[in-house]
C-alpha cells in the first residue's frame, strides 16, 4: 500500500484539467467501496470566473474522500495537493469519475494540507483540509450563550482557536426557535475576539438551536468551520445586565 501511494504521489500530484475529459460513463473499478467522509464541514469556494471547489475539510485519515471541481468550460485550471504539516506522500489524488470530480485518498498519518486550484484568470484558490482534533487555520468551540444588557437579549458566541498568521473574516448564525422558525444573522467580534451576535429572544418562542459558520485567511488559503449547539431546555433572555464588556 506505501509503494502505491508514493507512485500515486509521483504520478499524480499535478493533475491538469485542460485535458480531454474521460467518457462520464467510465468508472475506476478501485473506487466500488468509495467512503465520503460524512463527519466533516462543507465549503464552497467561488470566483466570478466560474470556478469552485466544494468538499470537507475536515476529512478520517485513511479516507478516500471526493472533491467536485467546478469551472468555467473557457477557463483551463490545475489542481495541486501541497503539505501543512507533516509531507506529500500522506495523501494523493486517485484517478476515477470524471474531470470534475477529484478523488484524494487520505493517508493515516494526515493532518493537515492544502488542495490548490489555479488559472491565470482569477481562479485561485488554496482549500485548507485537516483531520479531526488538528487546528489547521482555524478551530470554533460550541455556540454559548449569555444575557445580554438589555432585558429579553440573548448573546450567542463560539470561542475560535486562530493558528498563527490567520485571522477571523467573517461568521455568521443560524437560529431555529421552539416554532420551528429559522432567523439568520452576521456575526461580529465583541471585545475577547469571539464571534457573536447580540439578539432579542422572547421566552415565548425560546431558542432550540443555533448553527454558527465561521470563516479565517492566511494569504491566499481560507478555511470555514461549522459548529451546531442544541440548548435543552432551550433558551431566551431572562433579564439584562448577563454580559458586561460582550
Known amino acids: 500500500m506505501k509503494k502505491l501511494l508514493y507512485l500515486l504521489v509521483a504520478m499524480s500530484l499535478f493533475i491538469s484539467c485542460e485535458k480531454d ?3 462520464e460513463n467510465s468508472t475506476d473499478q478501485n473506487l466500488t467501496s468509495i467512503t465520503i467522509d460524512g463527519i466533516s464541514d462543507i465549503v464552497n469556494k467561488s470566483s466570478s470566473s466560474g470556478c469552485s471547489i466544494t468538499g470537507p475539510t475536515i476529512v478520517t485519515p485513511g479516507t478516500l474522500v471526493k472533491f467536485d471541481i467546478i469551472r468555467d468550460t473557457s477557463v483551463g485550471a490545475s489542481i495541486s495537493l501541497h503539505p501543512i504539516i507533516g509531507n506529500s506522500s500522506d495523501w494523493a489524488i486517485r484517478p476515477g469519475g470524471n474531470i470534475n470530480e477529484l478523488f484524494v485518498q487520505i493517508g493515516p498519518s494526515f493532518t493537515c494540507g492544502e488542495i490548490r486550484l489555479r488559472n491565470g484568470d482569477g481562479c485561485n484558490f488554496n482549500l485548507v483540509v485537516s483531520s479531526p482534533g488538528n487546528i489547521c487555520g482555524l478551530g470554533i468551540s460550541d455556540v454559548g450563550e449569555l444575557n445580554g444588557n438589555q432585558a429579553d437579549e440573548v448573546a450567542f458566541f463560539t470561542i475560535p482557536t486562530l493558528s498563527s498568521g490567520w485571522s477571523i473574516t467573517s461568521s455568521s448564525f443560524s437560529v431555529t426557535y ?4 429559522v432567523s439568520n444573522f452576521i456575526g461580529y467580534q465583541n471585545p475577547n475576539g469571539y464571534p457573536q451576535i447580540l439578539i ?4 415565548t418562542d425560546r431558542v432550540k438551536s443555533v448553527t454558527v459558520s465561521v470563516t479565517a485567511s492566511s494569504g491566499s ?4 468551520r461549522t459548529r451546531t449547539t442544541n440548548f ?3 433558551v431566551c433572555g431572562s433579564g439584562g445586565g448577563g454580559i458586561g464588556g460582550f
Open 21 to 23: 475529459s474521460p467518457d
Open 178 to 181: 421552539q416554532s420551528n422558525n
Open 200 to 203: 432579542p429572544v422572547y421566552c
Open 221 to 224: 488559503s481560507s478555511v470555514v
Open 232 to 234: 435543552s431546555p432551550p
